[in-house]
């Protein structure tokens, strides 16, 4: 795939669960090969950032619902 025509969305995301908040702004490949799901990014970025685990759907449903929405670039 033509790297041209591979659309991004800018993300931002500011969860809180239980005290512990994430915030942070991410730019989600609309319509190019990804090699993580939102599911599986989700649930990395909470390994890596020692989230709680339902961070993780939070986070996965903010990008689910927000990049196809977003001002792509």
Known sequence: MDCRSVSVAPV????DYRGTRYVDSIL???NGPSSLTPLEFAAQTCADLELPAPMG???AAALGALAPKGRLL
């Open 12 to 15: 931002v995301v500011d969860l």
């Open 28 to 30: 989600w490949s609309v």
């Open 57 to 59: 759907r939070m986070l």
